[in-house]
């Protein structure tokens, strides 16, 4: 059984940061045969996608709304893909969750496409 557990999620105001973490357990999951995001659902709103992280880490890929501001890293020794989020604005505020893909070789997956997700935490930004 593969899981996922998001850590790192909090309250903070506008213009401040966090740094997502995720770690991936389990018997026969390999993290770097797999393509790694991060995906973000606010309230009454579809999960969309946020950034992702090729299984080596050698390209990223992120929605308009965080380039420049969001980074997504991974260590395969840690099993731990990361987010770290800067000049966070109340409209970041979302649940957010990692998802592992394997499926997708060539080109990036998209949402439908993940093979396993966390259980997510929580991101509020206030004004």
């Known amino acids: 059984q593969v899981q996922l557990v998001e850590s790192g999620g909090g309250l903070v105001q506008a213009g401040g940061s966090l740094r997502l973490s995720c770690a991936a357990s389990g018997r026969t999951f390999t993290f770097s045969m797999y393509t790694m995001g991060w995906l973000r659902q606010a309230p009454g709103k579809e999960r969309e996608f946020v950034a992702a992280?090729?299984?080596?880490?050698?390209?990223?890929l992120y929605v308009d709304s965080a380039k420049g501001r969001f980074s997504i890293s991974r260590d395969n020794t840690k099993n731990t893909v990361y987010l770290q989020m800067n000049s966070l604005k109340p409209e970041d505020t979302a649940v957010y969750y990692c998802?592992?893909?394997?499926?997708?070789?060539?080109?990036?997956?998209?949402?439908?496409?993940?093979?396993?997700w966390g259980q997510g935490t929580q991101v509020t930004v206030s004004s």
């Open positions: 992280i090729s299984r080596f880490g050698r390209s990223t």
């Open positions: 998802a592992a893909d394997r499926k997708v070789v060539d080109g990036w997956p998209i949402k439908a496409d993940y093979d396993y």
